[in-house]
């Protein structure tokens, strides 16, 4: 079949191309920015793709042949307060957009959305499934609470919870029941729906077998990582101070953390359906969804993460916009060596960052970060996706990944740390030697006394990582 993904940079749609593409279907992928294509599928013959922006109102450049469209657009990230009108827009856009196919079918993931309370996300994402219904196509919705996989939201939070507290003070909301589901489970109700007639117009909640507080899920965790852990929940933590203890104790960002935390006060317990009959899957479970992830983690094959959404509030437009550096009204701290090994350096330009950290005086990038986290930016505490390869929209500690392409021997990053201004890195090999290149374009009179102020740390920070990237130990 032809089939039309959105959110195909997303942590579900990426991991379904793959799944969808295995079993011979064509897909049409809809991208916002092009230099943001996932390697792992670009290349692929049954795989095409097209630039569009939900969000704008535009001419339709999705083809008319596509049998069914996935519907994947969502952040819970994202630090906008009108997103519930936002994701409308998007959704009304979308369906405008594909009333003029001979699209069959739509096949949309939200939320379970029993409880009388829901929270802000959960109300959107209902809000968005009526507004995709349509006497065009069919729509079918599954409803999923929190998903386990490795990379996801939900499984890195326990992780870093699990791992970093061997006692833990926690707010009462994890004391709410909800029902997790394993991402394996979750792609296979989403790519056997495709073609079921019986399944349109109908929505049905997908959950694993297991009803159980986010206290025994952290416990679980932990037994599966052979850790003993305590946990005592107290009454007295607000929402806002949770949502604190979440953005300090994880890799989150606050957005996320606060997004969070309103949904975690409410239980996510999902309603039996008929739905085994048409799709028979028997959901892991969450032990093993967790002993699977960390299979995956472990052969680093970890195909999407959370953390690839560029949802910081920096970018509000494509990434492709900030490709090149600046030439006017910047400050630049440009450095050049003579390249000894060009494999190696390539090598140790790829390897930056994360667990490898930046090679020089890592305690001052570590205090970087710790002071980033303080004013409420992202720190170091995303590391990186892969261990061995970057590709544009990776994050990278508090980095955003614009460009990288050995062949070209180019690697651009941007930060998304708290700056009062915008900031590059790019390094690049030209005939042997090896450019480094920091850029600043500082904004207003804060920005440049900020670049003054550590402008001293530069001559030793920068100079010992352009030495250690070129000299071989």
């Known amino acids: ?87 409308k827009q998007c959704a009304s856009n979308f369906k405008h957009l594909v009333n003029k196919t001979n699209c069959k079918q739509v096949i949309y993931l939200s939320g379970i959305v029993n409880d009388n309370s829901l929270s802000k996300h959960l109300k959107s994402r209902f809000q968005v499934e009526e507004t995709l219904k349509s006497d065009h196509y069919g729509l079918t919705t599954f409803r999923a609470g929190i998903i386990v996989g490795s990379g996801s939201a939900s499984f890195e939070i326990i992780r870093d ?107 996510v317990i999902g309603q039996k359906s008929n739905i085994g009959e048409t799709i028979p899957i028997k959901p892991m479970t969450y032990k093993d969804a967790v002993k699977l992830a960390f299979q995956r983690i472990q052969q680093n094959s970890v195909i999407s993460s959370w953390k690839d959404a560029v949802s910081s509030g920096v970018f509000n437009d494509q990434l492709s916009k900030y490709i090149e550096l600046p030439r006017y009204g ?63 929209g990776d994050p990278l500690d508090f980095w955003r990944v614009l460009f990288a392409d050995k062949k070209e021997k180019r690697l651009l990053l941007f930060a998304e740390m708290k700056l009062p201004g915008e900031a590059w890195l790019e390094f690049k090999i030209i005939r042997g030697k090896l450019y480094q290149s920091a850029v600043f374009r500082p904004k207003g009179v804060l920005g440049r006394l900020y670049w003054y102020m550590v402008l001293p740390f530069h001559a030793f920070v920068f100079k010992g990582m352009i030495n250690a990237l070129v000299k071989q130990k």
């Open 330 to 392: 910047c400050f630049k701290d440009v450095r050049a060596r003579k390249v000894e090994n060009e494999a190696y350096t390539l090598n140790q330009i790829w390897n930056i960052g994360g667990k490898n950290g930046w090679y020089s005086f890592n305690g001052l990038w570590k205090l970087r970060g710790y002071v980033d986290k303080l004013f409420g930016g992202v720190g170091l505490r995303r590391g990186r996706t892969h261990d061995d390869y970057l590709e544009p």
């Open 1 to 87: 079949m032809r089939i039309l993904i959105t959110g195909t940079t997303g942590y579900i749609a990426k991991r379904l191309a793959l799944q969808l593409l295995k079993a011979d279907h064509e897909l049409i992928c809809c991208v916002r920015d092009m230099n943001r294509i996932p390697d792992e599928i670009e290349e692929h013959p049954r795989c095409s793709f097209i630039k569009i922006d939900f969000l704008e109102p535009q001419e339709n450049n999705i083809p008319k042949d596509i049998d069914v469209a996935y519907y994947l657009i969502h952040s819970m990230a994202t630090q906008s307060k009108d997103f519930e009108d936002l994701e």
């Open 161 to 267: 919870i699990v791992e970093k507290l061997p006692i833990m003070v926690t707010p009462k909301w994890l004391n709410t029941k909800t029902q997790p589901i394993s991402i394996r489970d979750v792609l296979g109700y989403l790519s056997n729906a495709i073609g079921k007639s019986e399944l349109y117009n109908k929505s049905f909640d997908i959950f694993g077998p297991e009803i159980m507080t986010y206290k025994q899920m952290l416990l679980q965790f932990a037994e599966v990582r052979g850790l003993k852990r305590y946990i005592l929940t107290l009454p007295v933590l607000t929402p806002k101070l949770s949502s604190y203890w979440l953005y300090f104790v994880t890799s989150t960002s606050f957005q996320l953390a606060q997004a969070l935390v309103d949904s975690m006060k409410v239980e």
